[in-house]
Nanobody
């Protein structure tokens, strides 16, 4: 099973940018991967997903045009470039992987990183 470790979270002002990374190890880096986020008191929601080859990408409407997901299979790493950040983007961001396609439901994943905190101040 692929082991996942997120990094790159932190505190940023509204309108700023941040890049998250998810490093994978343990197996061949061919799984579909997705970013989810969870704010305090809220359920975990889908942010962006990418297939194993990087050719299929899907975004939630709330981040489309501001965030960009990518992966570098040679480095076994997935990224989330976040621009024009808003306070509503504040959450713990989780990396997840699964065989096949990047499904939109968190329940379809059983392999998660520990999460990285992103805080956007007004």
């Amino acid at each position: 099973q692929v082991q996942l470790v997120e990094s790159g979270g932190g505190l940023v002002q509204a309108g700023g940018s941040l890049r998250l990374s998810c490093a994978a190890s343990g197996r061949t880096f061919t799984d579909a991967m997705s970013w989810f986020r969870q704010a305090p008191g809220k359920e975990r929601t889908f942010v962006a997903g990418i297939d194993g080859s990087g050719t299929y990408i899907v975004y939630s409407e709330s981040v489309k045009g501001r965030f960009a997901i990518s992966r570098d299979n040679a480095k076994s790493t997935m990224y989330l470039q976040m621009n024009s950040l808003k306070p509503e983007d504040t959450a713990v961001y989780y990396c997840s992987a699964r065989p096949g396609w990047p499904e939109l439901r968190g329940g379809d994943y059983d392999n998660w990183g520990q999460g990285t905190q992103v805080t956007v101040s007004a």
